[in-house]
């Protein structure tokens, strides 16, 4: 790695440890500097300014998110994907949480540019491709899949905080609890059994 890769790594990783604990707009550029241990210039060799270090790292996490949820398509069972995709997120909350937080639990708002917003659609579309065959083979309900990758993705998200921020460990019981309720959230019903008939 040549020590320009190597300076943009270290910015790379100061900022995302910067704006996902202290959030954006407090974090200075002098402070990602110092954090880094590079002058501030090295900055602006780099990135056009802070907004730009952010997109970058928003759009290298989500991509990432993308990455999970493209590796378990397959055969598989709508269920089974979703639930791999929740604990590779989990556990990539567990080992880097920052990674996660910039993905997936901090919103950007006005912050993310084109490209950024681009980007979150993949990832909000390689989930809805899984609610779809879902929907396909009967086990999420009726309704369109956007609302219910929406709905996953809101019941996932508490087990991603919680382990984010320390409060989870990895294997604790919780997380399957929320990776079944997530499951739940979105899963047809079952069909009721009907009564017995009586002459």
Request: with cysteine; charged share 25%.
């Amino acid at each position: 790695m040549s020590s320009g890769d190597a300076s943009r790594q270290r910015l790379l990783r100061a900022a995302i440890e910067l704006f996902t604990t202290r959030g954006y707009h407090l974090t200075t550029t002098p402070l990602i500097a110092r954090r880094a241990r590079l002058a501030e210039g090295t900055i602006y060799r780099h990135f056009t300014g802070k907004q730009d270090l952010l997109n970058e790292l928003y759009r290298g996490a989500v991509r990432w998110a993308i990455g999970q949820a493209e590796a378990v398509a397959g055969d598989a069972a709508p269920r089974a994907q979703l639930g791999a995709v929740a604990r590779a997120l989990v556990a990539c909350a567990a080992r880097d949480p920052a990674v996660v937080r910039m993905a997936l639990l901090i919103r950007h708002g006005d912050l993310l540019d084109d490209r950024s917003r681009a980007t979150q659609r993949e990832w909000r579309q390689a989930l809805e491709r899984v609610v779809a065959r879902g929907k396909a083979d009967g086990s999420v309900r009726v309704g369109g899949a956007e609302l219910w990758a929406g709905v996953w993705l809101s019941v996932t998200r508490h087990a991603l905080d919680r382990v984010s921020a320390g409060e989870w460990a990895e294997g604790h019981p919780a997380v399957e609890h929320v990776v079944e309720a997530a499951w739940r959230a979105i899963a047809a019903a079952a069909p009721r059994a009907e009564p017995p008939h009586v002459d």
